[in-house]
């Protein structure tokens, strides 16, 4: 708790206000994927947890609000690396990107159970094969780390994705890709063999 204290002062400090509040996510909490396009799935893939589609209706609104609500936040950082990531650590945060986004090295999130994250995304984003993001620190809740992409999310094969994708185009888990977290869009959601989707 006393780190946790230190930091919000020294967060407030440099940015002037306080760290950014986890966005809610209301009804759509209760699902591991939410694909108002309806889910695709390989037989050996794995979903943990609650799957809604077109019908979750209350789950669905929830997701826009949450989206609106992840959109509305002030960055504080913007173009990061101009969207190319490379062997980068993100501390708790508003980022934007008015582009895509592909991870093609270890992205790392170094913070606490108390902090959040909120990653907007113009258009894609994109995990290269194998490419991994890991959670340092405390370590923080997935749901405290919110990814809100305004194009597609493609994880490739092997690679592993920490946090709520809110997405408004598709999400798409290759062979053997993860996600701890939840997968949440207004279009469609396919996993590959052997992916997996755990909250």
């Given amino acids: 708790m006393l780190k946790h204290s230190w930091l919000a002062v020294l967060w ?3 940015c002037g206000r306080p760290p950014p509040a986890p966005v809610a996510l209301g009804a759509a909490a209760g699902f591991s994927v939410l694909a108002r396009g309806g ?3 390989a037989p050996t893939a794995t979903v943990l947890g609650d799957v809604g589609e077109a019908d979750a209706t209350d789950a669905l609104a929830a997701l826009e609000a949450a989206a609106t609500d992840a959109r509305s936040r002030e960055p504080d950082i913007t173009a990061l690396d101009r969207g ?5 650590t993100l501390t708790p945060g508003v980022y934007r990107w008015d582009s895509s986004v592909r991870v093609t090295s270890e992205l790392r999130l170094d913070g ?3 902090d959040a994250w909120v990653l907007q995304v113009a258009g894609d984003l994109v995990l290269a ?3 991994r993001v890991r959670l340092f620190g405390d370590p923080p809740l997935s749901d405290r780390i919110v990814w809100l992409v305004a194009g597609d999310v493609n994880l490739g094969e092997g690679a592993h994705l920490e946090g ?6 598709s ?5 053997a890709a993860s996600l ?3 997968a949440l869009t207004l279009d469609a959601a396919l996993l590959g063999d052997a992916a997996q989707v755990a909250p």
């Fill in 112 to 114: 606490s159970v108390h």
């Fill in 39 to 41: 889910l695709t799935s």
């Fill in 171 to 175: 999400v798409t888990l290759q062979p």
């Fill in 164 to 169: 709520v994708v809110l997405a408004a185009g």
């Fill in 180 to 182: 701890h977290g939840r």
């Fill in 129 to 131: 094969p194998e490419t």
């Fill in 12 to 14: 407030v400090a440099a």
């Fill in 84 to 88: 190319a990531m490379v062997d980068r």
